[in-house]
């Protein structure tokens, strides 16, 4: 049984350029939630999907957007980086029906931007 | 903005000694979780408290949580090098979305 999958497992971009992070949730759960931990902190919540829509976003500006499929599997864009952006994303799988007590995370994409 | 905090910032203890982390948080909750990372990876699961819950045993874990004082205990009984991680508490706030602490990193010499 498949956990939690991200692709990829670092990137390196440019200020002002565009990344897409992807993620595969664990067999069986149909809810993605998005994290960015910066150095030294706590992972921050970014958004979350569940049939293929938004349901909850956090602090997070529009540069910062997602998508959903029809496997489950989603997708964190973030237009327009900025320095502040390098971070490890972090993506968390769970099933609503559970009432998504426990997330389960995958192993991250570092995301450096020059 | 986070939640709460994490107390200590770090610990480093021998293997063989108890390790004791300390959450506080600053909103309702239905439950309060436990998360270990290894070198800045993926976040694993380690234990769930619900609030209606006091006091909760995985294995060599033991989770309190003091809803009037909002604020949970993590121990860690006869640690080993490999329990050497960060430690973070995650609150729901009520909501669907996981609420993270700064983190506890510890540190465990054989």
């Known amino acids: 049984d498949a956990g939690v999958t991200q692709s990829p497992t670092h990137l390196i971009k440019t200020r002002g350029q565009q990344v897409t992070l992807r993620c595969s949730p664990k067999?069986?759960?149909?809810?993605v939630s998005w994290y960015q931990q910066a150095l030294g902190q706590g992972p921050q919540f970014i958004f979350q999907?569940?049939?293929?829509?938004?349901?909850q976003r956090g602090n997070f500006p529009d540069r910062f957007s997602g998508h959903q499929f029809p496997n489950y599997s989603s997708e964190l864009n973030v237009n327009a980086l900025l320095l502040g952006d390098s971070a490890l994303y972090l993506c968390?799988?769970?099933?609503?029906?559970?009432?998504?007590?426990?997330?389960?995370f995958g192993p991250g994409t570092r995301l450096l931007v020059l | 903005s986070q939640q709460g905090e994490e107390d200590p910032q770090a610990l480093s203890i021998q293997e063989g000694e108890n390790a004791t982390m300390n959450c506080s948080y600053k909103?309702?909750?239905?439950?309060l979780q436990w998360y270990r990372q290894n070198s800045g990876r993926g976040l694993v699961h380690l234990i769930l408290?619900?609030?209606?819950?006091r006091e909760k045993h995985s294995g060599r874990l033991r989770v309190t949580l003091d809803t009037s004082k909002k604020s949970s205990s993590l121990l860690i009984t006869a640690s080993r090098a490999a329990d050497t991680a960060s430690y973070f508490c995650?609150?729901?706030?009520?909501?669907?979305?996981?609420?993270f602490g700064t983190g506890t990193r510890l540190q465990v010499f054989p």
């Open positions: 995650a609150t729901d706030a009520r909501t669907d979305k996981l609420i």
């Open positions: 408290i619900r609030s209606n819950e």
């Open positions: 909103t309702s909750i239905n439950n």
């Open positions: 067999s069986g759960h149909d809810t």
């Open positions: 999907y569940y049939e293929e829509e938004e349901r």
């Open positions: 968390a799988s769970s099933l609503v029906t559970s009432g998504q007590e426990t997330q389960y």
